[in-house]
């Protein structure tokens, strides 16, 4: 198997001796879309400067594109496209002047150039946009810098936090942009939008305090934590049904939905479903036991089932439970600042 188009081992970041990023280790696969999630302050932005080699590791290393960045040579770093997390334009430019000019840079041909140029502005939905960049929204200013990133055709895309500062309009513009390039490039972005990662990522890295919490493709992952979860969909004496559900020795968590709505865990209430089927989420700890428990209390209460199935899990869910192990010990330890990952916001909470 070919290398990685990207890879960190032990990677660790100290300023003035407070570790930033402690042994990070990543590997983003060629033609991967690859979602670097984490809160403010988890170390994105120092990641990816030591990939760019803008700054340099305390220790550690990284490969991209098959070479060591400490001693990575020009021809590699044309072969590199780069967004930071605030780009920077000439206000002054028109948007094809900007590309010609970032080209110009990598000494592309004018032929190639004008072909590019006139390629790009399209992908990025700026083919003829006359305004200068300083009259630009900021989802335009973002979608010129993707399409700047991409003037030397590179083979790895470096994004930082290409969507943070956009609207949902303005989001899903620029999500659409990185869509557009699967298969074609290979794109490692950060970003503390769960729901942009849902969207674009094949795979994710969960950064957290500058350690790696997990990385896995997304479809791995969910169907990883999905196996302790099992959905019952019944008819009927729901509050009983949670009750014996809950009091179960394999069961750690009950949800069942409220009378009007609003998810309430067992004991607090859950209203009878009126005929109507509910869905009741159990977690479980034993899923061979709860395989045969579960069927057995509804049969004892004779409640109609209607579904009894593993759980499909959104990644904000598979989040919570990875982040929530790792606040009781079980995952990578915590910076004494506590929970500051809940701060990761979902597509939901942005969108209120
Ligand atoms: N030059 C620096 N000197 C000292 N501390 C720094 C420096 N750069 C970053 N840090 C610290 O390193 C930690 C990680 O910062 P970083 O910017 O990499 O996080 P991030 O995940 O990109 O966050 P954000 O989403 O806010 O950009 C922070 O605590 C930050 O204060």
Redesign the pocket.
């Known amino acids: 198997m070919s290398e990685p188009a990207l890879q960190t081992s032990a990677l660790t970041k100290e300023?003035?001796g407070?570790r930033?990023l402690d042994a990070v280790d990543l590997a983003v696969e060629h033609g991967s879309v690859f979602g670097f999630l984490?809160p403010?302050?988890?170390?994105?932005?120092?990641?990816l400067r030591l990939v760019t080699g803008l700054a340099r590791p305390t220790s550690g290393a990284i490969r991209v594109l098959g070479h060591d960045v400490a001693s990575v040579g020009a021809a590699t770093r044309a072969e590199l496209g780069f967004l930071p997390?605030v780009p920077a334009f000439y206000d002054w430019m028109t948007a094809p002047e900007y590309l010609r000019f970032a080209g110009g840079l990598f000494g592309l041909e004018h032929r190639v150039l004008t072909q590019r140029v006139g390629m790009l502005l399209d992908q990025a939905g700026l083919a003829g946009v006359t305004t200068r960049i300083g009259g630009f929204s900021r989802g335009m200013k973002q979608r010129l810098g993707i399409a700047q990133a991409l003037i030397n055709a590179p083979r790895l895309l470096l994004l930082d936090?290409p969507t943070s500062a956009l609207d949902p309009i303005g989001r899903k513009e620029v999500l659409d942009l990185i869509e557009t390039l699967r298969g074609r490039t290979t794109v490692f972005f950060?970003t503390?939008l769960l729901g942009d990662v849902e969207r674009v990522c094949d795979t994710v890295a969960i950064l957290d305090h500058g350690r790696v919490l997990t990385q896995a493709p997304i479809t791995e992952l969910k169907s990883r934590y999905s196996s302790s979860k099992v959905v019952v969909e019944v008819t009927g004496r729901v509050p009983e049904l949670v009750a014996a559900l809950d009091a179960s020795p394999w069961a750690a968590s009950v949800e069942a939905p409220r009378a009007r709505g609003g998810i309430v865990a067992a004991g607090a209430g859950a209203g009878d479903s009126g005929g109507e089927p509910v869905a009741i989420t159990v977690t479980v700890t034993d899923v061979a036991e709860a395989r045969l428990g579960i069927p057995r209390i509804v049969a004892d209460l004779g409640v109609g089932l209607v579904r009894f199935e593993a759980a499909e899990l959104t990644l904000e869910e598979v989040f919570v439970d990875l982040v929530g192990e790792a606040d009781r010990g079980g995952g990578a330890s915590r910076g004494a600042e506590g929970d500051s990952i809940g701060v990761v916001t979902t597509e939901r909470e942005t969108q209120r």
């Open positions: 300023y003035k407070t930033v984490g403010n302050g988890a170390g994105k932005t120092t990641t997390d936090e950060s503390h």
